[in-house]
Antibody, heavy 120, light 107 residues
Framework: EVQLLESGGGLIQPGGSLRLSCAAS????????MSWVRQAPGKGLEWVST????????YYPDSVKGRFIISRDDSENTLYLQMNSLRGEDTAVYYC?????????????WGQGTLVTVSS | EIVLTQSPATLSLSPGERATLSCRAS??????LAWYQQKPGQAPSLLIY???NRATGIPARFSGSGSGTDFTLTISSLEPEDFAVYYC??????????FGQGTRLEI
């Protein structure tokens, strides 16, 4: 059974940094691209980043490019999101999501999410 | 960036009725469109990928159709557990991956 367990969320001041983790199990982690998707309170879904499975290429939308860094440790089956220069609009539940197949970037498994609140 | 517009924003139906949800893309996404269901307090779950393929374990009452710019998610006979928010998502031209704004299906 695929399981994704996020951690690392919390309350952080504007301009601060936070690192999220996602522990994966139940599949061959190293062979799948992985992503982060966020959801602001009461709002819709927003794609945040994707990292390749075999090539570790990374992708971001303009809203987080240059501030967020996605990475992975295949030896630990763990996905990370380093978030820097945080803003109020980054407040959201952050979901770790497994990409269905190669670079067919839709998401067949999701974690339960971790809440990040950016506020002074 | 491809913009996905879902309609209606809210759909009010009763159990047993047929639901038809729409997703329109600002430019062609071929068949590279997925649908997700999200219940309150839960993560989204994949229903349909590549416009018409049901994900593993998804009941046959859920079906997807369309290509190019116009897509439909149909629930043939609503069960009580189907009342949720539904999102479409495209992977045709990315980055960025984009989602629609969601349709709330309410009783």
């Amino acid at each position: 059974e695929v399981q994704l367990l996020e951690s690392g969320g919390g309350l952080i001041q504007p301009g601060g940094s936070l690192r999220l983790s996602c522990a994966a199990s139940g599949f061959t982690f190293s062979t799948y691209a992985m992503s982060w998707v966020r959801q602001a309170p009461g709002k819709g879904l927003e794609w945040v980043s994707t990292i390749g499975g075999s090539d570790d290429r990374t992708y971001y939308p303009d809203s987080v490019k240059g501030r967020f860094i996605i990475s992975r440790d295949d030896s630990e089956n763990t996905l990370y999101l380093q978030m820097n220069s945080l803003r109020g609009e980054d407040t959201a539940v952050y979901y770790c999501a497994k990409v269905r197949r190669a670079y067919d970037v839709d998401f067949d498994h999701w974690g339960q999410g971790t809440l990040v609140t950016v506020s002074s | 960036e491809i913009v996905l517009t879902q309609s209606p924003a809210t759909l009010s139906l009763s159990p047993g009725e047929r639901a038809t949800l729409s997703c329109r893309a600002s430019q062609s996404v071929s068949s590279y469109l997925a649908w997700y269901q999200q219940k309150p307090g839960q993560a989204p779950s994949l229903l349909i990928y590549d416009a018409s393929n049901r994900a593993t374990g998804i009941p046959a009452r859920f079906s997807g159709s369309g290509s190019g710019t116009d897509f439909t998610l149909t629930i043939s006979s609503l069960e009580p557990e189907d009342f949720a928010v539904y999102y479409c998502q495209q992977r045709s031209v990315w980055p960025p991956i984009t989602f629609g704004q969601g349709t709330r299906l309410e009783i």
